[in-house]
């Protein structure tokens, strides 16, 4: 059972090093778009525009209303403090959300033109849902997942124990020339 929850027998979070390089990309990817969503959400709410209200007032070409002015702050406070959290935190953090920006997207886009409709969303809505979520898991992933992550790169050790081991030995050993990505350089 143990393998089948941890298959690589490791918890990807405590293998960065919160100084990394890689928590300089998370840091980045939750700061820029906290301060899009912060910056959209006060311009909607200094219009002062309804709480519910779906009359179509827009903001930097987006529909907007009081409620999802309000949830884009909330939301991108919460990136600004996987800003200054960084490291695995950010990563993860940016990968969720970039998944419920996602998900949102999707759920709009069926409550589109119904009255359950009450974020006032309108196509070009969910189409900034569909990027920004893209972008965040973009960000959060970034060299955390992939088929060819460098032998140096900590998720790689994290998945391949044995072999960071290996190589680790090979360059230690006097005389010898260190194994990169499996072969002699």
Known sequence: MERALHPVNARLDDHLPTDHKL??????????TGLLLV??????????????DTGGDTVLAL???GALSVLS???GALLFFGMVVGGTFASTLNIVLGVLFIASGFVNLALLDTELN???FRIQNVLFSF???VMLM??????????????DNPYWRARHPEQAAREDRA?????RAPVVHGRCP
């Open 23 to 32: 928590s300089q990309v998370y840091r980045v990817g939750a700061g820029l």
């Open 39 to 52: 910056v959209f959400g006060v311009l909607g709410l200094i219009n002062q525009i309804g709480f519910f």
């Open 63 to 65: 529909n907007t209303n």
């Open 73 to 75: 702050i909330c939301i």
């Open 118 to 120: 009450f974020l006032a």
């Open 131 to 133: 990027v920004v979520g």
């Open 138 to 151: 973009w960000f959060g992933m970034y060299g955390r997942v992939g088929s060819a992550l460098p032998h």
């Open 171 to 175: 360059r230690r050993v006097p005389g």
